[in-house]
């Protein structure tokens, strides 16, 4: 399967990103869910994560700025971003939340002014 992420792009501080996550070539159903972020020169990070119903989870730096979110209807995974800061820039993937399916290419946020 693979994960393809999408909605990336340059983005003024204080603006908004929705990225979106759909499976390709397979009919993997996506469930329980996560966003990651490669930030330049540091490690791939989980920055929001959504398990099998609606429960989310954020890491604190993102907490109250960023929604993830699922639409069963779409076999797609959201990730609304507002009050976006530099620190957030990076490479934006998708995965499971214990990263088990091979790592697509992201999309690339790019948070400046």
């Known amino acids: 399967v693979q994960l393809q992420a999408s909605g990336g792009g340059l983005v003024q501080p204080g603006g908004s990103l929705t990225l979106s996550c759909a499976p390709s070539?397979?009919?993997?159903?996506?469930?329980?869910m996560a966003w990651y972020r490669q930030a330049p020169g540091k490690q791939r990070e989980l920055v929001a994560l959504i398990d099998d119903g609606t429960n989310t989870e954020y890491v604190r730096s993102v907490k109250g700025r960023f929604t993830i979110s699922r639409d069963n209807a779409k076999n797609t995974v959201y990730l609304r971003m507002n009050s976006l800061q530099p620190e957030d820039t990076g490479v934006y993937f998708c995965?499971?939340?214990?990263?088990?399916?091979?790592w697509g290419q992201g999309t690339q946020v790019t948070v400046s002014s």
């Open positions: 995965n499971t939340m214990t990263g088990t399916l091979p």
């Open positions: 070539g397979s009919h993997y159903r996506v469930r329980s």
